[in-house]
């Protein structure tokens, strides 16, 4: 039996899939679990005493990719008695009952409302010796009021909002999501607060929609208000957002950003399409015009910002002239990158039926050519910067080639990657830590700096991870907001946050 031995702990593993909103629902499944008396097992372990699968549904493959892992872990249960595989996140949200009855050797599916539930499902699956699907219809208890481990001693997401309340009709999140519900703005200045108190430096707020932040307790402005409120933090050196959705940009949050001096002059704002027929179709509720309006505002308050966007190729009815436009756009937006999907069809969405699909070849040889005016436009870009010094994030895991190359990697403050060689610091810059430098060359995705660092400066972030600590935030009990008195309630990005 390749379950713990009697008096040791169990172990898990938790394998995501999808967007931001994922991966820190992903840490939040890891807290409620170590809380419960879990341990993770290692990477290299193959045989965990429990494997979650956090899914994701908005790509095509997603079904495939999630039951063709399944099928492999099968025979591995098979051999190890007691072994127990969970499955959560969108993709259970839309299959429910549907996955056991395919993969009848999985234990417990979960849905995107009730991660907290994920512990007594797994005890209450072992005890039955049955399968449980639990899978709720709206939100029982804001995600943020479970415990969280934290992947990074650096840089933390903390969430404002879930759900969302558009109707684009090539996305199912609304429908797996649910409507959008916002948290109270202390309590997320709490959960910052408690970050940057374990060393965190960069903070990322998290909604499928930020910029309709306040909706609920009828505030418009509250998402400006927020990231200024975030200024006024002391340790917290940078903040970040994802995604706002042009329909609701106000100049508010521009005149924010520029003025906040830890919020990044960096702005991840889906488009889409360039064309504003494909738009009306898609049901995005903004034109060209006024897309290409908010990037010249916010272009003429942060001259250095870095604007990176969503598109989507292919399209129902999406025309040569349509796809024209869409490279227009790019070629006026300036884009430091973008992240580019070819339209999948997916059941549940509007335009799933709609006429007009287009051929694979034809999608994807637009594809291509969309792939190509994006580098060659984000390389000229990025190319601007030889010569400029910036501060840079020291990161894990960023830089592929880093050991073979000697260099280390991280972001800069507008959120571009930074390859760069740590000269005589090397063996003393930890993640986490700070340096200056200066750039060297430039590649499309990303910046190298291959003189000696500027300075390098040590970070309470760089000491948690030489310590081998993760932040681990206790769950905020703090209720879902109604307009009025707050009600108590009781005890995861290019993906489907971008919107």
């Not at 970040?240 to 329909?247: A, V």
């Amino acid at each position: 039996m390749t379950t713990a031995a009697a008096g040791s702990p169990r172990t898990y593993q938790v394998r995501t899939y999808g967007c931001q909103m994922n991966v820190h629902d992903s840490e939040r499944i890891s807290g409620l679990l170590e809380q419960a008396g879990y341990v993770r097992a290692p990477q290299a372990d193959d045989t965990p005493d429990i494997v979650v699968f956090n899914t994701c549904a908005v790509r095509e493959n997603a079904d495939n990719r999630l039951y063709g892992n399944l099928g492999h872990l099968r025979p591995v249960k098979d051999k190890h008695p007691g072994m127990q595989i969970a499955v959560g996140g969108c993709l259970a949200q839309k299959d429910r009952g549907e996955i056991v009855r395919r993969a009848p050797w999985v234990d417990v599916v979960f849905g995107t409302h009730n991660i907290g539930s994920l512990p007594v499902l797994l005890e209450r699956a072992r005890h039955n010796a049955a399968a449980e699907v639990e899978i709720l219809e709206s939100l029982d208890v804001f995600p943020s009021t479970l415990p969280t481990r934290r992947e990074s001693t650096y840089a933390g997401w903390v969430s404002i909002s879930v759900g969302c309340n558009n109707t684009c009709t090539f996305c199912i999140v609304p429908s797996l999501r649910g409507k959008e519900k916002d948290r109270r703005p202390g309590d997320i200045l709490s959960e910052v607060r408690a970050l940057v108190d374990e060393g965190v430096l960069e903070v990322t707020l998290l909604g499928q929609n930020v910029n309709s932040y306040g909706v609920e307790f009828g505030d418009r402005y509250a998402f400006g208000k927020l990231l200024r409120a975030c200024g006024e933090i002391d340790g917290l050196e940078r903040v970040r957002f994802t995604s706002p959705h042009p329909k609701d940009f106000t100049d508010d949050v521009i005149a924010a950003m520029a003025e906040t001096p830890n919020v990044c002059h960096s702005l991840h704002m889906p488009m889409q399409s360039g064309s504003d027929d494909v738009l009306k179709a898609m049901r995005r509720s903004y034109r060209s015009e006024k897309y290409l309006g908010i990037i010249e505002k916010v272009r003429a308050a942060m001259p250095d910002a870095a604007i990176t966007t969503d598109i989507i190729v292919g399209f129902p009815g999406e025309t040569e002239a349509d796809f024209q436009r869409t490279l227009d756009v790019v070629r006026e937006s300036r884009f430091s990158s973008a992240f580019t999907f070819q339209y999948s069809k997916r059941p549940g969405t509007p335009a799933a039926t709609m006429d007009g699909q287009l051929p694979k070849q034809v999608v994807q040889e637009r594809y291509e050519r969309l792939i190509a005016c994006v580098e060659e436009i984000s390389w000229a870009e990025n190319k601007r910067l030889v010569g400029e010094t910036v501060e840079v994030l020291v990161a894990v895991g960023e830089g592929r080639k880093d050991e073979r190359t000697g260099r280390l990697s991280g972001r800069a403050r507008d959120g571009r990657l930074v390859h760069f060689d740590a000269g005589g610091f090397a063996g003393s810059i930890r993640p986490g830590d700070i340096v200056q430098t200066t750039v060297t060359y430039a590649a499309p995705h990303h910046l190298n700096a291959d003189g000696a660092p500027l300075s390098h400066r040590r970070t309470r972030a760089g000491d948690a991870a030489e310590a081998g600590r993760s932040p681990r935030t206790p769950g905020v009990l703090l209720g879902l907001p109604t307009i009025g008195a707050p009600a108590v309630a009781p005890a995861p990005i290019g993906g489907c946050a971008a919107h």
